[in-house]
Nanobody, 116 residues
Framework: QVQLVESGGDLVQPGGSLRLSCAAS????????MNWYRQAPGKERELVAR???????TYADSVKGRFTISRDNTKNTVYLQMNSLKPEDTAVYYC??????????WGQGTQVTVSS
């Protein structure tokens, strides 16, 4: 069974840091692009970061220089390190991948709230 499970969301003060984890099961995540999306209340889901099979990462302009996506292939897990968090980073964060021949695979999401 293909599955993604996110964790690590929390309430954090502006300027703080969090690390989100996305544990994959039922497939080898290193063989696929892996993505982090987020969705804030009343807004569309947006792509935040992507990591290729070769480890090349790309970011939304709004998070460049603050967020870092990475993989640990030994743990079949993808991470999103988020630094210098801002209130506008508040959202539900989702892990995602696209496996050919299957519907898009999404996790259940993890809530990140940035507030003082």
């Amino acid at each position: 069974q293909v599955q993604l499970v996110e964790s690590g969301g929390d309430l954090v003060q502006p300027g703080g840091s969090l690390r989100l984890s996305c544990a994959a099961s039922g497939f080898t995540s290193s063989n696929y692009f892996m993505n982090w999306y987020r969705q804030a209340p009343g807004k569309e889901r947006e792509l935040v970061a992507r990591i290729s099979t070769g480890g090349i990462s790309t970011y939304a302009d709004s998070v460049k220089g603050r967020f870092t996506i990475s993989r640990d292939n030994t743990k079949n897990t993808v991470y999103l390190q988020m630094n210098s968090l801002k209130p506008e980073d508040t959202a539900v964060y989702y892990c995602n991948t696209v496996i050919p021949g299957r519907p898009d695979t999404w996790g259940q999401g993890t809530q990140v709230t940035v507030s003082s």
